[in-house]
């Protein structure tokens, strides 16, 4: 089946909003739809063309929405499903699509069809979950939640378990139930008439599972569950889908984002995100990040992706720490460590996902207690490696890189109180930096990294390079800079960067210049050119 649909989002720039910690409208120190709704004009100045909403379905927040007890319903916390169909027509305006967050691995249990399953296991939703008949304290099998703790959990009335591979109130669904698989897309169908643009599928590779073989992730059964998902809803639309997918390689990504569109527009893997990771431990245990290894594991997906599959492009969202802290420089280098990874990463083929406040350049932040943490995964790490004996200093430590809190402090607008994101207190701490790092005083700073931003966004949009040329890895050996030619038709383009602080000699933007005479910057981290043939610590550019 050939995909005629326009490709919209292979030109597209989505930006991902975390609706909590976006902007309130109404003083609960916790942001909603109408908050989002006042800042379109922003989002719309940065010059992005769709809007990822993590979760505002019903939900008891176990897991801050990715527990949902009701698919159709608006949390009240966020507004009202009115508040979602003006925002929808409000983005359209402005030319944004809205793309919503589907969480299809597990409800919440205060989801009707959960509260209903555990009555009793002849009842008609008992088979909408995994369940396992055993005995009290007799657990099925050692399987772990991500969040720690067994995967199972016991009902004493039914004398059974039930599986959750998160947390104890997300109890995974099964997805071998087909009344259950028609209802979701009927649930779906019913949203994309609301005119959504498209939708991310949280943790997709995970629905196909087998507890008793411990397989919960690239089951037997995935693709065919995810093209029947994508033929009974998606292709009735032109949307972008994008699912989140930890456990793909490239040959999954390639049945993934076949361009057939039988499944997925493109999916997140998380291949590059695990790289300063200790090899077979926990993210909680970081190795520091080889730029070789980097540059050769972001050039295999790009080349094996090219012109059978489609990349999706990040550093960020709302599970990982700030990239400017991770691997940028978030003192010394702040502004061009920030500007060097967004060179990096949008010169590439793919589509770019900028997460609120990356194009700020906002950071990690050190909270100093635990009690100032409020992610469930955080709080049971803490619980956990305190009974296993770390320090607290080792495990703040720990926080201060990987929390997924980091992503999750509340977004920095102005200098003026809480940032302007509430008039109330906020429903986690801000970061401190906000008096200097936020939109106002970066949309009046023409040299800003949100105007870097602006400037990346047009140039892609300019240049049809970026979307369909192919790619080229150079200096791959080179352990400070990371660098590559996109090549379409007879035009070429040199990305280069400097991962690291110190001065670099770089004879590759010599010889660039002397076979390519009327080279100029596309785009450039430094405001001046410097010397042609050495690169200033984190300087990056486009040279075209
Ligand atoms: O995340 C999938 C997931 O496994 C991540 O939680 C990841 O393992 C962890 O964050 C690494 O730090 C998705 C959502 O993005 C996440 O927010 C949810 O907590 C999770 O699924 C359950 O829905
Ligand atoms: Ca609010």
Partial sequence: MENKKDLWWKQAVIYQIYPRSFQDSNGDGIGDLKGIISRLDYLEELGINAVWLSPVCQSPQDDNGYDISDYEKIDPMFGSLQDMEILIQEAEKRKIKIILDLVLNHSSDEHKWFQEAKKSKDNPYHDY?????????????????????????????????????????????????????????DMILRWMDKGVGGFRLDVIDQIAKDPELKVTCNGPRLHEFIQELSRETFQKGNLITVGEAWGADVERAKLYSNPDGSEFSMVFQFEHIGLDQEEGKTKWDIAPLSLVKLKKTMAKWQTELHDCGWNSLFWNNHDLPRIVSRWGNDKKYWKESAKMLATLLHGMQGTPYIYQGEELGMTNVDFQDIGQYQDIETLNMYKQRIREGYTKEEIMESLHKKS??????????????????????????????????????????????????????????????????????????????????????????????????????????????????????????YEDEGDIGKLRPYEAMILG
């Fill in 129 to 185: 979950y995994v369940w396992r008949d055993g005995e009290e304290g007799v657990y099925p099998n050692e399987m772990e939640s991500v969040f720690g703790g067994p995967a199972w959990e016991w009902v004493p009335e039914l004398k059974q378990y039930y599986f959750h591979q998160f947390s104890v109130k997300q109890p995974d669904l099964n997805w071998e139930n087909p009344k259950l698989r028609r209802e979701i897309y």
């Fill in 404 to 525: 997924r809190d980091n992503a999750r402090t509340p977004m920095q607008w102005s200098h003026e109180k809480n940032a302007g994101f509430t008039t109330g207190t906020p429903w986690m701490e801000l970061n401190k930096n906000y008096e200097t790092v936020n939109a106002v005083s970066e949309m009046e700073d023409p040299d800003s990294i949100f105007h870097y931003y602006k400037k990346l966004i047009q140039l892609r949009k300019d240049q049809s390079i970026f979307v369909n040329g192919d790619f080229r890895l150079l200096l791959e050996e080179d352990e400070s800079v990371f660098a590559y030619v996109r090549t379409e038709g007879t035009q070429e383009i040199l990305v280069c960067a400097n991962f690291t602080e110190n001065i670099i000699d770089c004879p590759l933007l010599r010889q660039w210049e002397k076979h390519h005479p009327e080279t100029k910057y596309l785009i450039h981290n």
